[in-house]
T-cell receptor
């Protein structure tokens, strides 16, 4: 069965500092991984998907199959980055399903 | 606006009551979902429908019954509400490409059971 682990419930950094939100996964197939973000009292939004290798709002994430990780990084955190971040793994096959990690609440202090 | 919309956004009710949450998407997606976000912000899938057919049914009490009258709508009916049902319920949809675009979420329906 697939599993997504985000080891940090809370992460606090100062504005301008680098930030890394950790995500590890367990899946027997070929993983498709995503990062979702939820700003205060807003809907979840897709932030990044590993297949597109893009940088959104300065965030990047690289899939490391050897370490089964998909950590989210940003070199210089901004206050508006404060939000709940969820790592998600898609299980393949005909039933498209996303399994979410428990989330990491990022607080960027001024 | 093209989106996933849920009603109501807030619902406060007594234990034992029956309530429904409605979801509609005008994105032309084939698959819709219900996710539950508990007080610890943990998100867990409950149900998934593809073209009105139930395809994912996680371990959810029978008191929860989803209904999809058409592929643009997925409603959630809850019987005999319990305190532990208090949560934010998110509806979501995904296009046939699924993998490339991820899920599109509604704004959530915050259910409080007293």
């Amino acid at each position: 069965a697939q599993r997504v682990t985000q080891p940090e419930k809370l992460l606090s950094v100062f504005k301008g500092a680098p930030v890394e939100l950790k995500c590890n996964y367990s899946y027997s197939g070929s993983p498709e991984l995503f990062w979702y973000v939820q700003y205060s009292r807003q809907r979840l939004q897709l932030l990044l998907r590993h297949i597109s290798r893009e940088s959104i709002k300065g965030f990047t994430a690289d899939l490391n199959k050897g370490e089964t990780s998909f950590h989210l990084k940003k070199p210089f955190a901004q206050e508006e980055d404060s939000a709940m971040y969820y790592c998600a793994l898609e299980s393949g096959g005909s039933n498209y399903k996303l399994t979410f990690g428990k989330g990491t609440l990022l607080t960027v202090n001024p | 606006d093209t989106a996933v919309s849920q009603t109501p956004k807030y619902l406060v009710t007594q234990m034992g009551n029956d309530k429904s949450i409605k979801c509609e998407q005008n994105l032309g997606h084939d698959t819709m979902y219900w996710y539950k976000q508990d007080s610890k912000k943990f998100l867990k899938i409950m149900f998934s429908y593809n073209n009105k057919e139930l395809i994912i049914n996680e371990t959810v009490p029978n008191r929860f019954s989803p209904k999809s009258p058409d592929k643009a709508h997925l409603n959630l009916h809850i019987n005999s509400l319990e305190l532990g049902d208090s949560a934010v319920y998110f509806c979501a949809s995904s296009p046939p490409s699924g993998r490339a675009e991820g899920l599109f979420f509604g704004e959530g329906s915050r259910l409080t059971v007293l």
